[in-house]
């Protein structure tokens, strides 16, 4: 398997709103500082990334947030994305996240509500899909909830499950993926409070807890997790805002500290980051306070891999910014900011 080289960050950006499809970029080791190296615009409205090894080098994967949902593969071993293969349809309408599991691709599909499931070919490069999950439900929100709307899919961190946050039926389902055929059986589903819309999870770090970022309502489902029996437990919710904030806010991403101490959630119409201390259980979440994200509508956030640092990916305003995170007391403070407009999500190598 090639290794997948340290210092370098991959940036998607919307090409219908004006952003370049796939932007590299190195990073400055002392100072996390971004510098584009090179951009691949192959694939249109990349609207989420993933990186793994591959048989022969790193793959750089993208889904293409589009009426036609697909995914394409990419190399990164020159200064911009190289496509590997064609783009290969995903069965599924609007593509806004993917993830690798069990040497599968597997893309969460918003517009048709459903997971797909596409194997590997031998260099690594998606093809045809074997298998197609959909959802079913609803909720009670007039307009965003007449219908399921998968947004997020990722394995557990055994390795056992893949889960699938739907915002549209305000549920996470847990599924079995059969690496032999490639399908995803339904295993069991947790369901959330009703309205709540739930777009995102992140696993903490041991592995025996999940925190579900609602879109809906600016919340946070803090959930138990047994690995075992493939169970999702909800326990309760916290806030992502100060009381009294007022206006429409979407929570767009969450992600939790290396340590397990903080976590972290961005707020678009708000434009902050959330700031949440994580007691010794794993099981209380409280707001210890919110920053500016640094730009305007701020769709996802991402660590570096050393844990030090949080990334933003604005997407309105057109930048990724980047923080400085205070080991005590999580705060992140800006430390500065590169220009990658329609920007919606970033990951590092």
């Given amino acids: 398997m090639g290794d997948i080289p340290a210092g370098r960050a991959f940036i998607g950006s919307f090409t219908s709103a004006g952003g370049r499809g796939i932007i ?7 100072t996390g500082g971004l510098t584009e190296t090179g ?26 947030e589009r009426a036609e949902g ?38 969460a599909n918003y517009g048709s509500g459903s997971v797909s499931v596409l194997p590997l070919g031998a260099n ?33 961190p055994s390795g056992r499950w893949v889960l699938a946050v739907d915002l549209g039926t305000d549920r996470v389902r847990i599924c079995a993926l059969d690496p032999g055929v490639g399908e995803l059986a339904l295993h069991g589903e947790t369901r959330l409070r009703p309205g709540t819309g739930p777009r995102h999870l992140a696993f903490h770090p041991a592995g ?24 999702l ?35 678009r119409g708000h434009d902050s980051i959330a700031v949440l201390a994580l007691d010794e259980t794993r099981e209380r979440a409280e707001l210890v306070t919110t920053v500016p994200c640094g730009g305007h509508w701020p769709r996802d956030l991402a660590l570096d891999p050393t844990g030090r640092r949080l990334y ?36 590092f190598a």
């Fill in 24 to 30: 590299a970029a190195s990073v400055d080791g002392e």
């Fill in 39 to 64: 951009a691949s615009d192959a694939v249109a409205d990349p609207s989420y990334l993933a990186l793994a090894a591959g048989p022969g080098g790193p793959v750089l994967y993208a889904a293409s």
């Fill in 70 to 107: 697909a995914v394409a593969a990419f190399a990164v071993d020159g200064p911009a994305p190289r496509p590997i293969g064609a783009r290969v349809p995903v069965c599924g309408e609007g593509p806004t996240h993917l993830a690798l599991a069990s040497g599968h691709l597997v893309t």
């Fill in 124 to 156: 690594g490069e998606p093809v045809a899909v074997s298998g197609v999950l959909q959802h079913e439900g609803s909720g009670p929100h007039p307009d965003r909830q007449r219908g399921p709307h998968a947004h997020q899919v990722m394995a557990d």
């Fill in 208 to 231: 025996s807890h999940a925190y579900v970022l609602n879109e809906l309502e600016p919340t946070l489902a803090v959930c138990r997790w047994d690995a075992d029996s493939g169970v």
């Fill in 233 to 267: 437990e909800a326990l309760g919710e916290a806030p992502l805002l100060p009381d009294g904030v007022t206006g429409p806010v979407y929570p767009s991403e969450v992600v939790v500290s290396h340590d397990g101490r903080f976590l972290w959630a961005a707020n």
């Fill in 312 to 347: 933003a990916a604005n997407e309105r305003s057109g930048d990724v910014t980047w923080f400085d995170i205070d080991p005590q007391s999580g705060v992140p403070h800006r430390a500065g900011s590169l220009a990658a407009p329609a920007a919606s999500c970033v990951v």
